[in-house]
């Protein structure tokens, strides 16, 4: 449940103690993203999350900020970049989250009421939404705060799921909360959705995958079976970043830490996406297609092409271009742009040709922008491909022997023509690239007709095909 609903459903604003308890855990969990997520990150009541273990995650995914949401955006936003440090990150972000503390402490009272803060809460968050940068602190500063104050009187997770009503955690087969009928071995495993939601399922032993995965299609309201059928769940593994799990494993296989996170996401991309013919399947279709082309995950390496995508996305996030309303930066290229795109483009394309782009779609209807984006995504080489990086000629250790007394020790050197292969499956077959500076080059191509047998063990993939 978002902060913002949360507030919604309160009598009254937070408390120092549940704003200190907020304060902890929201920088815990921002100190624990990376550079890129952090900057397209929009932090306001609306995407901070709470679970309902204490924890906190947020809800970004195809997220369209309002205008009444421009005001947790620190002043410097808009100047910040992928080639911004770490350090500049933080204190936009450290901004934005005092003001939403400001915004929940203030709930529900009359306008000439001020927030009944400890003097030194009020102090702190004071300095954390300063307009000067340099004067707020950073997370180390935040979380030396937490630790250091005399407000804190409880476990700040308990102050936190506190908050929460009981009925937003879903139970799925029959489970029940109980610690009795858990066992010993009950866990609970979160899952993100295409949409940036996030649901809580206390599993046991004997819970299935395929159980967690029909309460998800449920809870994103998948119409059709077959449209359900092209989803999947995974989980990250260090070895396969697009780890799919198989439905009748039990899901506490793939647990671990008591908790742990599984993405309901598309598994099989099809060739042709008008076979998709459920406007809401489309819709959680295109959303897919959209984040692996921003995040870098699906390469688009030509910037008419990145542009062309990005008029599409505009289209079917903001309606028709407006310029009364769409002035200046009216778009975070980081939100409709790959990493590589925003490093390379011309600041002047996301200023100027971007709004020409977008104003040529007048008209077009927001399914419409997103069928028309699909139909772009799919002539791209990289689209619809699972990746699973391997290493075709792994470093090989070359002995030199050393002079002196210790002429019998040998230093092992890497081969400089180690070379990184990719793998990818998609609709049309399995394709082989290699990896040059996270920049894929295709080596070759074998149709699923070529191939006889797929076989992978552990980190080994052997395929072959009839005539080899």
Not at 222 to 250: E, V
Not at 377 to 387: H, N, P, R, S, T
Request: with cysteine; glycine share 6%.
């Amino acid at each position: 449940m978002s902060l913002a609903q949360v507030l919604a459903l309160r009598p009254g604003p937070l408390d120092s103690t549940e704003v200190l308890s907020l304060l902890e855990q929201t920088t815990i969990a921002l100190n624990n993203i990376q550079n890129g997520s952090l900057l397209r990150l929009h932090l306001n009541p609306e995407t901070l999350t709470l679970r309902s273990d204490g924890q906190i995650i947020f809800h970004q995914v195809n997220y369209t900020p309002t205008p009444d949401m421009a005001m947790f955006l620190a002043p410097e936003h808009h100047s910040l970049s992928f080639h911004s440090p770490r350090p500049t990150l933080e204190l936009a972000q450290v901004y934005a989250l005092g003001v939403t503390l400001f915004y929940g402490a203030n709930n529900t009272l009359p306008e000439n009421q001020e927030p009944m803060l400890h003097p030194s809460m009020e102090v702190f968050i004071a300095k954390m939404v300063s307009q000067n940068p340099t004067e707020r602190p950073k997370f180390h500063d935040v979380l030396s705060f937490c630790n250091n104050t005399n407000l804190k009187v409880a476990d700040s997770t308990t102050i936190i799921s506190g908050l929460l009503a009981p009925s937003q955690t879903h139970f799925l087969g029959g489970i029940a909360p109980q610690p009795a009928d858990l066992g010993l071995g009950s866990r609970s495993v979160v899952v993100h959705t295409i949409e940036g939601k996030h649901l809580t399922c206390p599993v046991n032993s004997t819970t299935t995958v395929d159980e967690v995965y029909k309460q998800a299609i449920a809870d994103i309201s998948i119409p059709d079976p077959f449209g359900a059928a092209f989803f999947g769940l995974s989980c990250t593994d260090p070895d396969d970043p697009q780890k799919f799990l198989p439905m009748s494993s039990p899901i506490q296989k793939f647990l671990m830490n008591g908790t742990s996170v599984v993405n309901l996401r598309v598994e099989f991309y099809v060739e042709n996406v008008s076979i998709l013919s459920r406007q809401r399947t489309r819709h959680l279709y295109f959303l897919q297609v959209f984040q692996d082309i921003v995040t870098g995950y699906t390469g688009v390496w030509e910037s008419k092409i990145a542009m062309k995508l990005a008029g599409y996305a505009l289209q079917a996030r903001y309606g028709d271009f407006d310029p009364r309303r769409h002035t200046g930066s009216y778009f975070v290229p980081q939100d409709f742009f790959s990493p590589h795109m925003v490093a390379t483009l011309n600041p002047s394309v996301f200023t100027e040709q971007m709004p020409t782009i977008h104003s040529e779609l007048i008209g077009m209807t927001a399914s419409d922008a997103e069928d028309a984006y699909l139909k772009e995504a799919q002539k791209q080489l990289e689209y619809g491909v699972i990746f699973h990086t391997v290493y075709s000629k792994p470093p090989r250790k070359s002995s030199r022997r050393a002079s002196g007394r210790n002429s019998m020790n040998n230093t092992t050197m890497p081969n400089p023509q180690a070379e990184e292969i990719c793998i990818g499956g998609c609709p049309r077959g399995v394709i082989i690239f290699n990896v040059t500076q996270g920049r894929k080059s295709p080596k070759s191509k074998l149709s699923w007709n070529a191939i006889s047998n797929l076989q992978s063990n552990k980190k080994k993939n052997n395929n072959q095909n009839p005539t080899s």
